[in-house]
């Protein structure tokens, strides 16, 4: 049961413009979110993260945004730069008291054209 | 770089056999996860370990194994391995053991069985 998803595989945006990716959940009881950029043959690196208390987060040309009611959120890029281009993964972290677990969506591929 | 460091960073094996996946986590961090990503797969958590307890455990295999030192390094076992063990393993460390504590991703091991 795939309780993170992005449903978009792959997004294509040109340089100087916004790339919007998306994300959504099913599991009410997520409390955080956290967006991740990965290269190929590196791991994960951990990119920007919100707080269901907050409905937006913002780190320079990275912001996100929650909605819990649509249990939706979105990463906005801005601008797009070629060095973006990369796999991002949302992900919701899950446990109880002293033991955490991320899940994670399949990712997206983002490609910034010149 | 995230501070993470996993060795080896490739491992080429053959079914049956078994390997150990080595993991140091970040300077100060006390809590270490592992995850598995298959071809084409999103990251899925296999275990997680604070101060050297087990904290959760997600999907691993009874064939994989894992541990915790007193130098707070961990270390993966995986044992009779098959065909469909062939994927990238992550080692991630975060300071703290909830979660609202982002993990930071090492470059991980690409274990290929033959």
């Known amino acids: 049961d795939q309780q993170v998803k992005q449903n978009s595989p792959s997004l294509s945006v040109q340089e100087g413009r916004i790339s919007i990716l998306n994300c959504d959940y099913t599991n009410s009881m997520f409390d955080y979110f956290l967006w991740y950029k990965k290269y190929p043959a590196e791991g994960p690196t951990f990119l920007i993260s919100i707080s269901s208390i907050k409905d937006k987060n913002e780190d320079g040309r990275f912001t996100v945004f929650l909605n819990k009611s649509a249990k939706h959120l979105s990463l906005h890029i801005v601008p797009s730069q070629p060095g973006d281009s990369a796999v991002y993964f949302c992900?919701?972290?899950?446990?109880?008291?002293?033991?955490?677990?991320?899940?994670f969506g399949t990712g997206t591929r983002l490609q910034v054209t010149l | 770089d995230s501070g993470v460091t996993q060795t080896p960073k490739h491992l080429i094996t053959a079914t049956g056999q078994r390997v150990t996946l080595r993991c140091s986590p970040r300077s100060g961090d006390l809590s270490v996860y592992w995850y598995q990503q298959s071809l084409d797969q999103g990251l899925q958590f296999l275990i997680q370990?604070?101060?050297?307890?087990?904290?959760a455990k997600g999907n691993i295999l009874e064939r994989f194994s894992a541990q915790q030192f007193p130098d707070l390094h961990s270390e993966l076992n995986l044992s009779s391995l098959e065909l469909g063990d062939s994927a990238l393993y992550f080692c991630?460390?975060?300071?703290?053991?909830?979660?609202?504590?982002?993990?930071?991703f090492g470059p991980g091991t690409r274990l290929t069985v033959t």
């Open positions: 991630a460390s975060s300071v703290g053991q909830g979660n609202y504590y982002e993990q930071y």
């Open positions: 370990y604070y101060n050297g307890e087990e904290r």
């Open positions: 992900a919701a972290p899950l446990g109880t008291g002293t033991a955490s677990k991320l899940t």
